[in-house]
């Protein structure tokens, strides 16, 4: 876990450098801060916060250059004590250009807004699409003008949205502040306009600097379309604390939070008990132990389905249900006194009927729900398959699919097949979903999918005649399982969004505690409604 936990280190502090030091020098040169800097000094002194999307765009578009975090920084923060979603344009990568990634990163940002009511501050400085990948984020329904149809939602939900323009906002980027309830613009550095001075010229012919055709001056006195102008980055943040300072204060739902506690055991209680063996068999208990509030766990059906954990607990405070695979062998009963030992990590019918039971008190009880996977999936074989094993899985994911109360989800270890869904994978709409260094996110283990794929090649290359000695066998397994254990890693996910980060464990209590918190700012919760549940 420490070689882990290192790796996650050095590959954090490289974000943090965006395009490179000497394109942030160059942003400094033009009496500009970085997106970094601005986001920290909107967020209130020593407050905790979460990133949300670090590693988007890792190891992608290297073709291109790269674009680091996903060209734009994403953080739920306190803002005067009011619970906010900060999106800062990072120009030092690509100057701030939109890459497919970074449009699912915003639209990210804008959903995490909408879902838990929370007023959101977009920090704009940026050069508008990536033109050479304009195919992939111009046109379809989760692209660039998603943003857009996000801005009109958001207003008309009544949530509140901000914008600072503190560099370029060309084109259809400059509708996101201008949608916005509030539009302001920083002078010198600031511009907002349609089309830039080249492309008026190419296209009617009238010569103009950039300044004159969108600067601050042009949209304060003459067009109105910004509301007031700032000297400076730090001038124009400091007006954005002062607007938030006089909102509101909204209805919440309530979730049940007492004192907090800190839990039995220290974080690196973790480290020292998830083994770096993958198949190597634990407690997914005693790490529970290092999470919850001490002396908050009380276990739900504990003799029965014991290949999930399902448990009422607090964190922080806050009241949750935890669905956590158990990763020990087990011995279930059955009729006659039979027993029978059930794989740690594999959902059986009885323990998927027995967590879409809980999934559901949970629901009536307004108890927000916190999945912990480290899962290989469904269990398979005759056997399984005559007891309904299929129908029992379906009404797991019936149950949490129709959850109407938080969900979050933390990937702790595997994160296989069908298991990835019934434990609440990202398909599935939870708040948030974070995975930890340990994290293998696949349809199957390297291992299972490499002999598979192999056997599939060979049988393809039989068909045609052609027969493949051992040796032979053996590199073509080894190339297999190479290519899809890159997939594997966790920040693999994390660079397409399939997760919101990779992070330390240690910073789980803090994520499910501001994540309940912004949960609670949305006094709407819609009744809960199952359907057709499969018996």
């Not at 074989?381 to 979050?408: C, L, Q, T, Y």
């Amino acid at each position: 876990m420490e070689n882990l936990l290192k790796t996650l280190k050095s590959k954090y502090e490289k974000l943090l450098l965006g395009g490179g030091l000497s394109k942030i020098e160059k942003h400094k040169e033009k009496g500009k801060t970085t997106a970094w800097e601005r986001v920290i000094y909107l967020l209130d002194d020593d407050s905790p916060y979460i990133e949300i999307g670090s590693f988007a765009g890792d190891g992608m578009y290297e073709e291109h250059g790269g674009c680091p975090n996903g060209g734009v920084v994403v953080v739920m923060g306190y803002v005067k004590n009011r619970l906010c979603i900060i999106v800062s344009n990072d120009a030092t990568v690509k100057a701030g250009a939109w890459f497919p990634i970074t449009g699912k990163k915003n639209i990210r940002a804008q959903e995490i807004a909408m879902e838990n009511h929370l007023p959101i501050i977009y920090l704009v400085d940026s050069a508008g699409v990536y033109l050479p990948m304009q195919d992939e984020i111009f046109p379809d329904k989760e692209h660039f003008g998603r943003i857009f149809r996000n801005n009109a939602k958001i207003s008309a939900m009544g949530i509140p949205q901000i914008s600072a323009i503190m560099g370029s906002c060309v084109a259809g980027g400059a509708y996101l502040p201008i949608m916005s309830d509030y539009a302001l613009i920083v002078e010198g550095t600031g511009s907002v306009f349609l089309a830039g001075s080249y492309l008026v010229k190419s296209s009617i012919g009238e010569v103009i600097d950039n300044e004159t055709l969108g600067g601050a001056t042009t949209h304060c006195e003459i067009s109105g379309v910004t509301d007031n102008k700032y000297p400076d980055d730090n001038s124009c943040l400091d007006a954005i604390k002062n607007i938030v300072d006089k909102f509101g204060k909204t209805d919440k739902n309530q979730f049940s939070r007492i004192t907090s506690k800190s839990p039995e055991f220290p974080a690196i209680y973790i480290y020292k008990n998830l083994p770096e063996d993958r198949l190597k068999p634990y407690n997914m208990l005693e790490i529970l132990k290092a999470i919850v509030d001490r002396d908050s766990l009380e276990e739900y059906k504990k003799d029965y389905g014991k290949t999930l954990i399902c448990a009422l607990a607090r964190i922080d405070g806050w009241a949750v249900g935890i669905v956590a695979n158990q990763r020990e062998m087990v011995k279930a009963k059955k009729p006659g006194n039979a027993t029978e030992m059930q794989m740690g990590g594999v959902i059986y019918s009885d323990s998927a009927d027995k967590a879409a039971r809980f999934i559901m008190n949970c629901n009536q009880q307004k108890i927000p729900l916190v999945f912990f996977q480290d899962v290989t999936g469904f269990m398979v074989g005759s056997r399984s398959e005559h007891g309904g094993i299929i129908k029992d899985g379906a009404k797991m994911v019936n149950a949490m699919s129709n959850s109407v109360v938080p969900k979050f989800t933390f990937v702790v270890g595997n994160s296989y097949g069908a298991g990835n869904y019934a434990m609440c994978g990202k398909a599935y709409d939870p708040r948030l979903i974070y995975a930890w260094p340990t994290a293998q996110m696949a349809v199957m283990s390297g291992a299972s999918a490499g002999k598979t794929l192999l056997q599939i090649q060979e049988a393809a290359l039989k068909a045609k005649g052609i027969s493949l000695s051992e040796e032979e066998k053996k590199e073509l397994l080894s190339k297999i399982e190479q290519q899809y254990n890159q997939q594997l890693s966790p920040y693999y996910a994390a660079a397409r969004l399939w997760v919101d980060g990779v992070i330390d464990p240690k910073d789980t209590r803090k994520i499910i505690s501001m994540g309940i918190e912004a949960a609670n700012q949305n006094p709407t919760m819609d009744r809960y409604n199952v359907g057709v549940i499969q018996v």
